[in-house]
């Protein structure tokens, strides 16, 4: 069966961090480009940070840009989303997906591929 898989989500007090993975299944991540996404409750799904199949190019929504970092591991077929200085708002459910390539800090919703079926991140105190 061919998917992504994220995990490592969960609750977290303003200000502190969470690492996300999104592993692949039934195939190599080495050819895609990866992206996260989040979607917080009433409100649309938003692009925040993108990979280059190759690692060497990142990009980041002004929201999030200086506090998360996206990398990758071709190895172990993993893209990670390093999340610091967490804030409230950054509640939503978070996605990772597979295409051919970026553009800027996300992957228009129709060059998709694979998605993955998310993981919650609550930040509260």
């Known amino acids: 069966q061919l998917q992504l898989v994220e995990s490592g989500g969960g609750l977290v007090q303003p200000g502190g961090s969470l690492r996300l993975s999104c592993a692949a299944s039934?195939?190599?991540?080495?050819?895609?480009?990866i992206g996260w996404f989040r979607q917080a409750p009433g409100k649309e799904r938003e692009g925040i940070s993108c990979?280059?199949?190759?690692?060497?190019?990142?990009n980041y929504a002004d929201s999030v840009k200086g506090r998360f970092t996206i990398s990758r591991d071709n190895a172990t077929n993993t893209v990670y989303l390093q999340m610091n200085s967490l804030k409230p708002e950054d509640t939503a459910v978070y996605y990772c997906?597979?295409?051919?390539?970026?553009?800027?800090?996300?992957?228009?919703?129709?060059?998709?591929?694979?998605w993955g079926q998310g993981t919650q991140v609550t930040v509260s105190s």
């Open positions: 997906a597979a295409a051919g390539a970026c553009v800027i800090a996300t992957i228009p919703l129709w060059d998709i591929d694979y």
């Open positions: 039934g195939f190599t991540l080495d050819y895609y480009a």
């Open positions: 990979i280059s199949s190759s690692g060497g190019r990142t």
